[in-house]
């Protein structure tokens, strides 16, 4: 399969040295290209500003903000028979970004932001066959927050993750995830490593392909 992965934070700037981001590390989104490379799929992954290396046979492409992220998702997207969302998109961005760094006396005490546009529901008209998986990072109820993500982004496959936990979500090599699909009940796996999880969304991927092949 031709599959496009997204991994890492995105970084929304108020000039060249500030900006808005989180703590996504990256590690997932790269495990589960990890993954699907050792399978012998062709990956292509479109990462946020991370430090980590890419894996071997993977293409890369670097993106910083939403908005690139977005353009990055949409001129590759064709290509592909799944995308899998796993960056940790910032939902904001600053209304103003300056080309200069901002002395002191300019910043604002009050940033003015205004919303970021959703990769996934942007990508919901082109997704014809294509299989669609997001991530849902939760620190409340996971699984009721994810449930509404599934319905409300179009998603085949929700991944769950819980990120209050030490040894779950951002930043760490181990994840605990719960996977939801809109016809069968929730999988809860264990507590495992971020390149195992990887496997396992893989294996759901082919099984998935195999029940109903994908032409594009
Ligand atoms: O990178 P690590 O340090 O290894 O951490 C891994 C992780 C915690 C970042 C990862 O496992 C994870 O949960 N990624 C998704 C984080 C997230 O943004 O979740 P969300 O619930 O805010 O978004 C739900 C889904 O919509 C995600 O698939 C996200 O990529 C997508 N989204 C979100 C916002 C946006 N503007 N556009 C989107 O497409």
Not at 179 to 187: A, K, N, V
Request: proline share 8%.
């Amino acid at each position: 399969m031709k599959l496009l992965i997204t991994a890492g934070p995105t970084r929304e700037h108020l000039d060249p040295v500030r900006f808005l981001s989180n703590r996504s590390s990256g590690k997932m989104g790269f495990a589960v290209a990890q993954a699907a490379v050792e399978r012998g799929h062709t990956v292509t992954l479109v990462a946020g500003p991370v430090t980590l290396p890419t894996p071997e046979q993977v293409f890369r492409v670097d993106v910083v903000s939403a908005l690139d992220m977005l353009a990055a998702v949409r001129r590759l997207l064709p290509y592909q028979h799944a995308l899998v969302m796993c960056a940790a998109v910032a939902d904001w961005r600053p209304k103003s970004q300056s080309d200069t760094k901002l002395k002191k006396t300019e910043v604002p005490i009050e940033v003015a932001l205004e919303p970021n546009p959703d990769i996934l529901k942007t990508m919901l008209p082109l997704k014809e066959d294509r299989i669609f998986v997001g991530f849902a990072a939760e620190t409340g109820d996971p699984l009721a927050e994810a449930q509404r993500k599934l319905t409300s982004k179009g998603l085949d496959l929700i991944v769950a993750n819980d990120v209050t936990r030490p040894d779950a979500g951002f930043e760490v090599d181990t994840n605990l995830v719960t996977f939801l699909t809109p016809s069968e009940p929730p999988r809860a796996l264990p507590l495992q490593s971020k390149l195992d999880i990887g496997r396992a969304i893989v294996d759901w991927l082919e099984q998935r392909e195999r029940a109903a092949p994908n032409i594009t």
